[in-house]
């Protein structure tokens, strides 16, 4: 995405024509697989194991794209934390914006507790209705409330 921030993402993905968009989930629904809580990929990974999503000519972390598609832009300083630990899930409520600092701070606290859910401190479970839906549709996992163990 040259020359645009993290912050449009949003815009460059509902600029799409609808046709454009509708191909694209199609073809994102088609990489998902329900794991556990998780809606983890089964498409095409990047060398760091992050899924790949090509859209509009360009491969996009398919994190990112969830999250951009389903809640929205992120800051241009911050990186999207799996909440869950799982670098293959794009489910977009276990993600959340966090900065580089906390995110490697985070990464080495679940080294040494991987069974253990670790939460960013300010972490706000980040839930859309275009997200429920799509869960519902294709039989995912939704939101309940005591799925999430907070630690800090």
């Known amino acids: 995405m040259q020359g645009k921030c993290r912050g449009h993402e949003p815009l460059i993905i509902h600029a799409a024509k609808p046709a454009t968009l509708?191909?694209?989930?199609?073809?994102?629904?088609?990489?998902?697989h329900a794991d556990g809580e998780c809606w983890t990929w089964h498409g095409n990974q990047n060398i760091d194991g992050y899924p790949l999503f090509p859209f509009r000519s360009r491969e996009w972390l398919g994190h990112r794209w969830s999250y951009a598609y389903f809640i929205g832009g992120h800051g241009t300083r911050q990186q999207l934390d799996h909440v869950c630990a799982n670098t293959l899930c794009v489910r977009p409520d276990h993600l959340f914006p966090v900065s580089a600092k906390e995110n490697s701070r985070l990464r080495t606290k679940r080294a040494k507790n991987p069974?253990?859910?670790i939460t960013p401190t300010r972490y706000v479970r980040q839930w859309s209705d275009t997200a429920e839906q799509f869960?519902?549709?294709l039989g995912l996992p939704g939101t309940t409330p005591d799925q999430?163990?907070?630690a800090a």
């Open 22 to 32: 509708n191909g694209a989930i199609h073809r994102f629904t088609y990489s998902l």
């Open 115 to 117: 069974l253990q859910w």
């Open 148 to 150: 999430y163990h907070l």
């Open 135 to 137: 869960a519902q549709a």
